[in-house]
């Protein structure tokens, strides 16, 4: 019993690990005109056969245990006035873990997210500070897709833009705080910080980097066989992404990151290919 414990122990880090990490660009802290909508489908994929335990100490899942998520979502972003936007984020995954004696798969819809952004102030048109607020409800009942339960986030978020060396640069900085409700509902802080650099006079090529994180915690400890009970456990993720511009309508983004860090989940590798679509202006 004690190895098969330890077996579920390591898929639930995974797993859980596979469903929170990020999953698509889009404006983050810029504003979106009125009357203008911004669409940003993406693809994700996730890979661990690692990970770090409650003391963060790191080995290889068990078993010669393997896990892998793929993912597409859609994020909306509609312009309602010159302070207010409507965002939605729809998601669908596939998770995957196989060892030597055992495969489990699961898939569907996970949570869909609504809310209202709001842009508080700027400061010359340059720099934009915005709080979002965004109400989460489950759209499955397979318990291996996540808590299954509502919950509510308040965002906060900086960005802006200006020169140096000669280049473009931007970046935003986001920290979201978010409330399961529900038995042992875990509390979490999710943050971003992004820096990103424009290459051309065309503004056609941008590159930038990525640091995330995540931290939940729960009255809840242990660990279960229902991954959605996995509530305690935090990592930090670093990104590299490449971004093209065909034309004012219509950019596309190819991201690439590694856990550097973390607990209770696993030691992973992501790949993210998204668009970012305006369909009129």
């Not at 409507?86 to 996970?110: D, F, H, M």
């Not at 875990?186 to 820096?195: A, C, I, L, S, V």
């Not at 009970?229 to 993720?237: E, H, L, P």
Request: charged share 15%.
């Amino acid at each position: 019993m004690k190895i098969f414990n330890t077996y579920l122990k390591y898929i639930l880090m995974a797993i859980g690990c596979a469903l929170l990490a990020p999953t698509s660009s889009h404006a983050g802290g810029f504003p979106v005109r009125p009357k203008r909508l911004l669409l940003s489908p993406s693809f994700s994929y996730f890979y661990a056969d690692r990970g770090w335990d409650s003391l963060r100490r790191k080995s290889l899942f068990a078993n010669g245990g393997q896990f892998e998520s793929l993912g597409v979502s859609l994020y909306v972003e509609y312009g309602l006035s010159r302070r207010f936007t409507l965002v939605a984020l729809l998601p669908y995954v596939k998770n995957t873990y196989e060892e030597n004696t055992a495969k489990t798969v699961s898939s569907g819809l996970t949570d869909l997210e609504i809310g209202v952004r709001y842009y508080l102030a700027n400061i010359n048109y340059i720099y934009y500070f915005t709080v979002q607020g965004t109400f989460i409800t489950p759209l499955y009942n397979d318990l291996a897709l996540g808590y299954k339960q509502q919950g509510a986030e308040v965002k906060f978020s900086f960005a802006g833009s200006g020169k140096v060396l000669g280049k473009n640069y931007y970046f935003t900085a986001e920290n979201g705080f978010r409330q399961y409700f529900g038995p042992d509902g875990p509390f979490q802080d999710r943050y971003n910080g992004t820096f990103g650099l424009t290459l051309d006079r065309k503004f056609r090529h941008q590159v930038s980097v990525s640091l995330s994180g995540f931290y939940s915690t729960s009255s809840f400890k242990a660990f279960s066989p229902i991954q959605a009970i996995n509530k305690n456990f935090a990592f930090n993720q670093v990104s590299l992404t490449y971004g093209y511009t065909f034309s004012r309508r219509l950019s596309t983004f190819l991201s690439a990151g590694h856990f550097i860090n973390g607990r209770n989940t696993g030691d992973g590798a992501t790949a993210n290919v998204s668009l970012l679509f305006k369909p009129f202006r």
